[in-house]
């Protein structure tokens, strides 16, 4: 369904789908596999013909195919794509994926992934933050009728219920920046993660250098069965769809009939009802609301996939190549929503005005 014309805007947004398409991430594996063999060759582990060699490569140079097939029959994609650059180096083959494995190769793409996901999330949310702003200062000392427990409370200023969301936001996107410090680490350390088969500090220096090159950080001794950091980030990306589902719920309210404090910019076919010619539904809110709470409910799976056994739990691993990109991309979907939703926004006063009075006069 995310994959469908008819749908995927609906579900994400175009550049997220970029980051996490299966092209990017084929580009993402061969791009930490030319960087470790890069470093690598700067230390003099390798051939630096080999590793210029390998850098020559470009992943339209990949059968795609006979990956899907190595694919299903070792179960990792790796193993495929290593067979594919071995040949077509030749001599120089034995020195790709040097010393490395395949949770190796995946993980620290996985990283870079959510490195440029996270970016074009925060930069979504800056744009809804920079909306609030614009319907703060407009505001005045615009009065709308407070409300707790579904009933008439106070009159408050609107400002200040705008003010509340335009914080949260910014909570949310200081967290992501926060799990981000922790979680988008390079991961180089072999099959039992701990750069064995590296003599003396060898092992430490190639993998600083590819931390370095990449632009991530390194957890030491290793996270190959320590999944916090990955979580934590996956963990902010839900609190952050929770924050936008209550957002718009809360906007999707007050643009009910009965309230009608707030409602979306019309414009013909907008919002129509294939029965109802007189209804003009409001479906950012709407949207903005369903999309978020699915990101919520698929981030929140990500702390069952941190129970590794041992040294590396494939069974948990595996989970992450789903929740991983569907969180981001539903993420990406749910910020999209919300900036459309503030951005479409009209403040209708009078109605706030008229609630205002007929509550004085009840």
């Given at each position: 369904?995310?994959?469908?014309?008819?749908?995927?805007?609906?579900?994400?947004?175009?550049?997220?789908?970029?980051?996490?398409?299966?092209?990017?991430?084929?580009?993402?594996?061969?791009?930490?596999?030319?960087?470790?063999?890069?470093?690598?060759?700067?230390l003099g582990l390798i051939p630096e013909a080999a590793a210029a060699a390998l850098a020559g490569i470009r992943a339209s140079d990949l059968d795609q195919a006979q990956l899907q097939d190595d694919m299903m029959l070792a179960g990792r994609p790796i193993v495929g794509l290593v067979r594919q650059l071995r040949a077509q180096l030749g001599d120089h083959g034995p020195h790709v994926h040097f010393r490395t494995?395949?949770?190796?190769?995946?993980d620290t793409a996985t990283a870079l992934q959510m490195k440029q996901g996270l970016a074009h999330v925060q930069e979504g949310v800056g744009r809804i933050i920079g909306a609030l702003d614009r319907h703060i200062s407009e505001s005045g000392g615009t009065l709308i009728m407070g409300r707790t427990n579904g009933q008439h409370a106070l009159p408050m200023q609107l400002s200040t219920k705008l003010q509340v969301w335009?914080?949260?936001?910014?909570?949310?996107?200081?967290?992501?920046?926060?799990?981000?410090?922790?979680?988008?680490?390079?991961?180089?350390?072999?099959?039992?993660?701990?750069?064995?088969a590296y003599g003396a500090d060898q092992g430490l220096k190639v993998k600083q250098r590819v931390a370095s090159s990449l632009g991530l950080h390194s957890a030491d001794p290793h996270w190959q069965n320590s999944r916090d950091g990955l979580a934590e980030i996956i963990s902010a990306l839900g609190a952050l769809?929770?924050?936008l589902c209550k957002i718009s719920h809360n906007v999707n309210l007050l643009s009910s009939s009965d309230i009608g404090e707030v409602r979306e910019c019309h414009s013909i076919g907008k919002g129509a009802s294939s029965s109802m010619g007189h209804k003009r539904n409001q479906r950012a809110s709407e949207f903005g609301e369903a999309v978020a709470r699915l990101g919520r409910q698929r981030a929140e799976?990500?702390?069952?996939?941190t129970l590794q056994q041992h040294e590396r739990s494939g069974g948990a691993w595996i989970g992450e190549w789903l929740v991983v990109p569907e969180t981001f991309l539903l993420t990406s979907g749910a910020v999209a929503w919300a900036e459309r939703m503030f951005g479409d926004m009209v403040v209708?006063?009078?109605a706030m005005a008229a609630t205002l009075s007929n509550a004085q006069h009840a």
């Open positions: 369904m995310l994959e469908f014309s008819l749908y995927r805007d609906c579900f994400s947004s175009a550049g997220m789908r970029a980051i996490w398409s299966e092209q990017a991430t084929i580009e993402a594996w061969l791009k930490v596999e030319q960087v470790l063999a890069h470093s690598q060759a700067e494995t395949t949770q190796d190769i995946m335009q914080a949260e936001l910014q909570r949310r996107s200081d967290s992501l920046s926060d799990a981000a410090g922790r979680g988008l680490n390079v991961q180089i350390g072999g099959p039992v993660g701990d750069l064995q769809c929770a924050c799976q990500i702390g069952e996939l209708n006063r009078d």
